[in-house]
Nanobody
Framework: VQLQASGGGLVQAGGSLRLSCAAS????????VGWFRQAPGKEREFVAA????????AYADSVKGRFTISRDNAKNTVYLQTNSLKPEDTAVYHC?????????????????WGQGTQVTVSS
């Protein structure tokens, strides 16, 4: 499956963005999807994940209460709603897919990765 992330941009601290991860094929419903981010000079880190059915989600502690992951399998799209953004949320955000019904936080579980979208939060 091919994935494409979009929706990034420049926003002031406290603002919001909705990131989208669209699949090229109508099979996204078979895949768990994770969002990961990487800031310059830092390692890639887990942000959020959702099971293939959408029934289970997982979040990094740093984004709990601020970010919400959801999916619309009819539209082959997974969303990451980011609220109360902070400058430390600045990074390139990638979505990744894996054939699983569990929202894993480990990047190696996901063999399919989309091109990232840049999120920049100004103070």
């Amino acid at each position: 499956v091919q994935l494409q992330a979009s929706g990034g941009g420049l926003v002031q601290a406290g603002g919001s963005l909705r990131l989208s991860c669209a699949a090229s094929q109508r099979t996204l419903s078979l895949y768990a999807v994770g969002w990961f981010r990487q800031a310059p000079g830092k390692e890639r880190e887990f942000v959020a994940a959702i099971s293939s059915s959408g029934g289970s989600t997982a979040y990094a502690d740093s984004v709990k209460g601020r970010f919400t992951i959801s999916r619309d399998n009819a539209k082959n799209t997974v969303y990451l709603q980011t609220n109360s953004l902070k400058p430390e949320d600045t990074a390139v955000y990638h979505c990744a897919g894996g054939r699983s019904n569990a929202p894993y936080s480990t990047a190696t579980v996901y063999p399919y990765w989309g091109q990232g979208t840049q999120v920049t939060v100004s103070s």
